[in-house]
Structure formats: C-alpha cells, structure tokens
C-alpha cells in the first residue's frame, strides 16, 4: 500500500518555473510506473506525463518540452519540473501510481492517488 503526498504548487507568473514533488510512504515503490495528472476547474483530469520503472517517459503533448518527470527511488519521491509555465496550465496537479510498470494515460491505469497541489500561473 502506497500513499502520496504531492507539494511545491504555488502561484507563478507566465513563463517561470515551478518544481512539484511527490513523497510516497508505505513501502517501495521502485517498480512501479508514476504518472502526474491535473485538473482545472470545471475540466476533467487530464494526463500531464508518466514514468516507468526503467525511468522512459511520456509527455502529452501540451507540457512536451516544457515539463520534465524524474524519480528518486532512495527517497521514493517523483518530481515535476515545470518551465515556461502558461495561464492554461492552472490546475491542481495530482501524483499518482500506476498498477503496472508503465505508465499510461487513464486515469483507470493508476491505483493510489495523492491530494493535489494548485498550481496557479497569471498572466
């Protein structure tokens, strides 16, 4: 059993920056897929990008370049490196863990969910 606690959102102008962790407890979680997902008010949770446990990525298409994925294993923490942020990419973000060792982008391929950080970006 895992449980994730997700931080570093906070409110940023257009094109800075922000870094957004993700702490797991519970036990290991080294082979397991993590992904990060979003969602703005009024919007359906939507996939940001996900990492397997050989550490591939894979970025929807909106944060591709902009966004970067990593994991720290020794401290069973996952970040988001988030650049050149837009007004568009205010949400809560959410970490999660997948149920295999891939990632994908259904929100039904993960099985433990975080609380969300707000990440707000003004224009």
């Known amino acids: 059993q895992v449980q994730l606690v997700e931080s570093g959102g906070g409110l940023v102008q257009a094109g800075g920056s922000l870094r957004l962790s993700c702490a797991a407890s519970g036990r290991a979680f080294t082979s397991y897929a993590m992904g990060w997902f979003r969602q703005a008010p009024g919007k359906e949770r939507e996939f940001v990008v996900g990492i397997n446990w050989s550490g591939s990525t894979y970025y929807a298409e909106s944060v591709k370049g902009r966004f970067t994925i990593s994991r720290d294993n020794a401290k069973n923490t996952v970040y988001l490196q988030m650049n050149s942020l837009k007004p568009e990419d205010t949400a809560v973000y959410y970490c999660?863990?997948?149920?295999?060792?891939?990632?994908?982008?259904?929100?039904?391929?993960?099985?433990?969910w975080g609380q969300g950080t707000q990440v707000t970006v003004s224009s």
């Open positions: 999660a863990k997948a149920r295999s060792y891939t990632s994908g982008r259904y929100e039904s391929q993960y099985d433990a």
